[in-house]
């Protein structure tokens, strides 16, 4: 069962181009988190997404990022008109299916590092 | 705000030395606390984990002490290795919650 799976590693962009980071959960895991982590900083919450579904993005600034997670397909973190600021390391994680209230451990992947130049 | 406080920022010791970092909280909903190992260039991976009825737990060289009513909890890592030198996150989350508070990170590295 391969792990979460994310790609590009490495994202270089110019300044006011779009990022596009990908992410495949593991097999069986419904539900996908996005972090971002920002240098010598823990990692922050973005969004939290089910299959066609965004449950939670209270995390996601408010302009220029958005995340999808369709029927079939990664889950997708875009970024448009990047500026220097975004230049981080983004993480996804999965968990399967929540059960009697728990929400089951995430697991994370490698992770994307953008860098905005 | 920073929820979940970490320090030191970063540590040095010697093989076989003991590594302690620690972490506190202000969120009293918080119920569950683990630890992650992030090596360069790899994503978080779950070391070990503490819920509050216990002020222990120990698995292989690491333990997780926890002081509820201080609400901080430390890990220790016992006889360090180099293999150990990686970068370690608290974190913190309540028990119906997905969302994981992380700390800011210790960077551990440890000399032969």
């Known amino acids: 069962n391969a792990g979460v799976m994310q790609n590009p590693r490495h994202l270089v962009r110019r300044r006011g181009q779009e990022a596009r980071l990908r992410c495949s959960p593991m097999?069986?895991?419904?539900?996908v988190y996005w972090y971002r982590q920002l240098p010598e900083e823990g990692l922050k919450f973005m969004v939290y997404l089910q299959k066609e579904n965004i449950i939670d993005e209270s995390g996601m600034p408010k302009e220029r990022f958005s995340a999808e997670f369709p029927k079939e397909g990664p889950s997708i973190l875009r970024i448009q008109q990047v500026v220097r600021g975004d230049s981080a390391a983004y993480f996804c994680?999965?968990?399967?299916?929540?059960?009697?209230?728990?929400?089951?451990?995430?697991?994370f992947g490698q992770g994307t590092r953008l860098t905005v130049v | 705000q920073q929820q979940v406080k970490q320090s030191p920022q970063s540590l040095i010791v010697q093989k076989g030395g003991i590594s302690i970092i620690n972490c506190a909280y202000e969120?009293?909903?918080?119920?569950?606390f683990p630890w992650y190992q992030q090596f360069p260039g790899k994503g978080p991976a779950l070391l070990i984990a503490i819920r509050p009825d216990v002020s222990e737990k120990k698995e292989g060289r690491f333990t997780i002490s926890f002081n509820k009513s201080a609400k901080q909890f430390s890990l220790h890592i016992m006889d360090s290795q180099p293999g150990d030198s990686a970068t370690y996150f608290c974190a913190a989350k309540a028990f119906n919650d997905y969302k994981l508070s992380f700390g800011a990170g210790t960077t551990v590295t440890v000399r032969a």
């Open positions: 969120n009293t909903a918080f119920d569950y």
């Open positions: 994680a999965s968990s399967p299916p929540q059960t009697g209230g728990w929400f089951a451990e995430a697991f």
């Open positions: 097999k069986g895991h419904s539900h």
